[in-house]
């Protein structure tokens, strides 16, 4: 089975802010993050919520990807996890694993 990775957004709460990375394991990392051990950012600015998640099996295409949304301007950004989270919901229930 190939591997798979994952670009995610994490949000402090609706037009909150955001974080944006990459991971191996979309559902341990992002536990992390919850636990206060996934960076320093997160801790802080409490960025916890799971809003986007894009999978990737070449890990240089999602690094490639995690690298343009972080220079993407925030209304791009907005319109990106509203097209497929219009309601903002966490999605971290929805992982498998």
């Known amino acids: ?3 798979s990775y994952h670009v995610y957004i994490l949000a402090s709460k609706r037009n909150g802010t955001l974080y944006i990375g ?3 394991n979309l559902a341990a990392r992002v536990f992390a993050h919850r636990s206060g051990k996934g960076s320093e950012f997160t801790r802080k600015y409490r960025t916890t919520r799971l809003v986007h998640i894009e999978p990737y099996t070449d890990v240089r295409e999602a690094i490639a990807r995690e690298k343009a949304l972080k220079k993407w ?5 907005l319109r990106l ?3 497929g989270n219009p309601d ?3 999605l971290f229930d929805t992982l498998n694993g």
Request: zero cysteines.
């Open 22 to 24: 990459v991971t191996g």
């Open 88 to 90: 903002w919901d966490d």
């Open 81 to 83: 996890i509203e097209e």
């Open 1 to 3: 089975m190939p591997r």
């Open 73 to 77: 301007n925030r209304g791009w950004k």
